[in-house]
């Protein structure tokens, strides 16, 4: 059974780093692209970065670059998304989310591509 787990979320005071993690089980891991995405209350559920299955291409959204950054160990089946410098605008449930869409080299984070979802963990930035 396909399995998305995603930990590390918390109460964080603005400026600080949090590192989610998301560990994955059930499936071939390293042939599925996997990305990041949130939702706060009232808003759209948005792309925060996502990470080719080759491990070579990632992608951010415009709000966090230079603050986020994603990885992934494939011996582990875990990806990391380690975010600094965090303000109360990213305060939202986080959720990875894994795709066999696309290609070895691709790493949209368009939600549509994603099959599968974990449950999510939450991430409160405030003083």
């Known amino acids: 059974q396909l399995q998305l787990v995603e930990s590390g979320g918390g109460l964080v005071q603005p400026g600080g780093s949090l590192r989610l993690s998301c560990a994955a089980s059930?499936?071939?891991?390293?042939?599925?692209?996997i990305g990041w995405f949130r939702q706060a209350p009232g808003k759209e559920r948005e792309g925060v970065s996502c990470?080719?299955?080759?491990?070579?291409?990632?992608d951010y959204a415009d709000s966090v670059k230079g603050r986020f950054a994603i990885s992934r160990d494939n011996a582990k089946n875990t990806v990391y998304l380690q975010m600094n410098s965090l303000k109360p605008e990213d305060s939202a449930v986080y959720y990875c989310?894994?795709?066999?869409?696309?290609?070895?080299?691709?790493?949209?984070?368009?939600?549509?591509?994603?099959?599968?979802w974990g449950q999510g963990t939450q991430v409160t930035v405030s003083s």
């Open positions: 990470i080719s299955s080759n491990n070579g291409s990632t």
């Open positions: 989310a894994a795709s066999s869409l696309l290609t070895s080299t691709q790493a949209m984070c368009i939600s549509w591509f994603y099959e599968y």
């Open positions: 059930g499936f071939t891991f390293h042939y599925y692209t």
